[in-house]
């Protein structure tokens, strides 16, 4: 080595980036950007029955789970400092028909959760997804007419469910619908009722994407989607109207926003953050999970690393929080 040519490094003046990087201790003291498990909020996906769970196919490692087996989930978040679930159905076949009016069903399985969670006592929040896909024989968020979504008929049966849920215990609703007007509608409506503590969390720029299709088989909503949601979903090759979207959503009262999917979406997450100063949260969604998931599984990727690159992301860019299939088992990790 001794006669390796040593080259002229004086163009550096001093500063060797390196420096910073030589260490454990060094690493940890620069570090910008820190996750905890209060970044984390789990999405769960509730069944009838007792002490059922279901696999799903496309999405390895998560459960459909009946509702006493999501109070014990529950428990197990909150004891490891998760600050939120956000509960989505997967609603029997006899029970959905094209009104989706299961969703404001004082019993339907998301307010048996609601209950069950609030009766036991568990100190989480507990968010709610408002959208008909859950509920409806077709699969689309909204109601079908000649093969047209409604809006505004669909804005009436958000805002029916979402007093639903907030009468059932529901912290905060989440309208992923994607209609015009549905925030500045359910405002109203649960101010009117007295919910004005009930917050909103708007899917604000949520885009038409493939990557929503294990979460598809998990609600049951996939097999009978005919066509797609583009005519209300966002254009994925848009960004000025994904800020648009989010400027009106906080306009008409949403308290946080969020940006659907997450790690394709990081320059409209880091626009947003830049540009709007209230709660910023992205969704990794199901198909983002699984690619993961069946990376790590193939050997191709390590797949606990690739969970927490993915995660600290998210923050990176300007995230106060993520939406993801790997939260216990991420805050599982950040604790341990
Ligand atoms: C719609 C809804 C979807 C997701 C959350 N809420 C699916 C869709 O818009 O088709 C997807 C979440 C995921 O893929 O993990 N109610």
Redesign the pocket.
Known sequence: MSNWPKHDMSFLGGRRQRRLRRTGWMRNMVRETVLTPHDLIW?LFVIEGHNERTAIRTLPGVERLSVDLVVEAAKAAAAEGIPALAL?PNTQDDRRNADGSEAWNPDNLTAQALHAIRDAGVEIGLIT?V?L??YSSDGQ?GLVRDGEILNDETVEAMVKAALMQARAGADIIAP??MMDGRVAAIRRALDAEGFDHVAIMA?SA?FASV??G???EAVG?GSRLIGD?RTY?LDYANSDEAMREVAQDIAEGADMVMV?PGLPYLDIVQRVSDAFDVPLFA?Q???EYAMIRFAAQAGAINGEGAMLESLVAFKRAGCDGVLTYFALEAARILNA
């Open positions: 999405p989505f997804d959208a896909d859950e968020d992923s619908d899917y949520k990557y929503y294990p979460f598809r909503s949601k979903q659907k969704y969604v199901s198909g």
